[in-house]
């Protein structure tokens, strides 16, 4: 994990750089951000993929883009969750 910094922020939108993040993630966590009805555009950008740090933005349709940024994490983290006990019950029956 590396180091986050935030480049704008008001209560309806969050600007954040990703330093070590990749778009394994950023993919991700947009993705299930754009799935939550308290958001209205969640995108990434990374001008040099291979060597440039992703830029996170969120806006929100009034709700606190952080706490919806936190959420999806949360998200994320359920749906590992998942997919381990998934995988350890298919692999324990062979």
């Not at 935030?6 to 993040?21: D, F, N, P, Q, Y």
């Not at 308290?38 to 969120?58: C, G």
Request: charged share 25%; aromatic share 8%.
């Amino acid at each position: 994990m590396g180091v986050f910094l935030v480049l704008e922020k008001t209560s309806t939108e969050l600007k954040i750089r990703l330093t070590g993040e990749s778009h394994t993630l950023l993919n991700l966590l947009t993705s299930i951000m754009l799935e939550d009805e308290r958001v209205d555009v969640a995108y990434y950008n990374m001008e040099f993929p291979t060597w440039s740090d992703p830029v996170l933005y969120i806006r929100t349709h009034g709700d606190d883009p952080v706490r919806v940024l936190k959420d999806a994490s949360m998200r994320v983290a359920e749906l590992c969750d998942e997919f381990i006990r998934t995988f350890n019950a298919a692999s324990s029956s062979q």
